[in-house]
């Protein structure tokens, strides 16, 4: 009994020799603490602030009035009065107004076609182009909606003054036969922030702390301190500890920039925050034990710390794509979808934004927790295995080395 009793102190103690050293690998790396602990603290900040404004107002517009009618003056009266468009300039023909878009002056353009009010008036049906800067989805969908709002009030007007009728009811009717309410479910205000920020949130979790696993592990790996974690016992023992020592290190860290990522910063910024610390505990749980073992998998994969910043960086647009919050998952084709599947993001996202932003239960997202629980497993065990290898192959070349010296000292 004293012997096993002392053989579990030994693990213990092993366990809690090689988190204290990767803690301390942690605060004396500059790379590794800016990765886990200034950018998760600081660019949710930044990210958040940029988009605290949710939509925006008054996007400059440049008009070319070919018609220099009273429709088409009534046509600019109107965007102008609306609060996302502001007519900023009056060009003479489209050449001048590409200038102005060109040289970032307006962000796009209205044509009014010199027979706009002639065919209004002969009943056929009149047009107005559309020019809009596409590098910046919010500015052009304020110009192109502004535009699309104001022809179906004009020719709602014009409608009902066609009708003949007696009675402002007939005329509304007339106008809108099926009146209805544009409520955005989900994002009340229908800004960008409540709709991705949340999802970016978790994927900066995810990519922070591979990273910081990945620059870790390079370091250690150019030290060749990796050697010096590694018990005289057996192989696979000396790969539990190791694993459990550095996933509670991490684990411990990342208890805390989680809470500030996903309970804090929402409520800082206003954005949706409709799930209670129980549901996000146990997800955020599986969560972060699926990242740090998908992380420690990584660093194994990669042989230079400066690789893994390129290729994490380089995913980071991808996997909020393929995580369903910036693109409908519905539309994305099955091979990518199987892809996703092996980023931990792509069910924490899902899950979070589903139980944050949308009131979902713990019921309701209970696939994404079955699948952040198979990858923990799965990347444990790959991890566990990868360890173990490498700490056999470690000890044969000590052994090796050790078998030439004695070799050296009978010469």
Known sequence: MSIYRNSLRQKIDDIFYIWREEMKQVVRDEGVLIFFIIVPLVYPLLYSWIYNNETVHDVPVVVVDQSHTGLSREFIRMCDASPDVRIAFYAQDIDEAKSLISRQLVKGAYLIPGDFETNVNRMQQATVSVYCDMSLMLTYKAIFQTAQMVSMKMGADIQTKLGHHYTAREEAIAAQPLDYDEVPIF???????????????????????????????????????????????????????????????????????????????????????????????????????????????????????????????????????????????SNIPGFWQGVSWVFPSTFGVRAYVRMNSMGASIGDVSQELYALWIQAVSYFSIAYAVYRYQIYLTRQDALGRLREMKRKKQK
């Open 187 to 329: 994002n009340p205000s229908g800004g960008y922030g409540s709709f991705v920020l949340p999802g970016v949130l978790m994927l900066i979790l995810q990519q922070t702390l591979v990273l910081g696993i990945g620059l870790s592990a390079g370091t250690a790996r150019e030290n060749n301190r990796f050697k010096q974690l590694i018990p005289i016992s057996r192989p696979y023992q000396g790969a539990l500890r190791i694993i459990s020592g550095k996933a509670l290190c991490y684990f411990m860290i990342y208890a805390l920039m989680g809470t500030w990522l996903v309970v804090v910063v929402p409520r800082l910024f206003n954005f949706p925050h409709l799930a209670q610390w129980w549901p996000l505990l146990v997800l955020m749980f599986p969560y972060l034990v699926a990242c740090i073992f998908f992380g420690m998998v990584m660093s194994c994969i990669v042989r230079y710390r400066e690789n893994v910043m390129l290729l994490m960086v380089f995913v980071s647009v991808p996997l909020l794509f393929l995580s369903g919050v910036s693109w409908p998952q």
